[in-house]
């Protein structure tokens, strides 16, 4: 089976940077979609990055667009977030989900309802 777990979170100050983690326990097939959610309180769970299984064909939300990196090593079967200057409204728990279905074209769902695993959460706090 699957697991996923996320690493990195923590209490920052506006303006930093802060790299999260994800493994995989389980093997992770190279062709699946990974992304990143958050979920702030009050909030539903949002669409942060995604990443293909070729190096490079990347998306993001607006949001996080420019100072946001996802990258993968399939052979290591991690999924890492780079966070540089963090804002305050990126507090949230982040997530980790992957999604094994294939899709064609530069597309990739943004919507949680495909991914099929999640980890179970990072807490990222950042204070102005």
């Known amino acids: 089976q699957v697991q996923l777990v996320e690493s990195g979170g923590g209490l920052v100050q506006a303006g930093t940077a802060l790299k999260l983690s994800c493994v995989g326990s389980?093997?992770?097939?190279?062709?699946?979609?990974l992304a990143w959610f958050r979920q702030a309180p009050g909030k539903g769970r949002e669409f942060v990055a995604a990443?293909?299984?070729?190096?490079?064909?990347?998306f993001y939300a607006a949001a996080v667009k420019g100072r946001f990196t996802i990258s993968r090593d399939n052979a290591k079967n991690t999924v890492d977030l780079e966070m540089n200057d963090l804002k305050p409204e990126d507090t949230a728990a982040y997530y980790c989900?992957?999604?094994?279905?294939?899709?064609?074209?530069?597309?990739?769902?943004?919507?949680?309802?495909?991914?099929?695993?999640w980890g179970q959460g990072t807490q990222v706090t950042v204070s102005s």
């Open positions: 389980g093997r992770i097939g190279s062709t699946y979609t």
């Open positions: 990443i293909r299984w070729s190096p490079g064909d990347t």
């Open positions: 989900a992957a999604d094994r279905h294939y899709y064609a074209g530069a597309y990739v769902p943004r919507g949680a309802s495909p991914y099929e695993y």
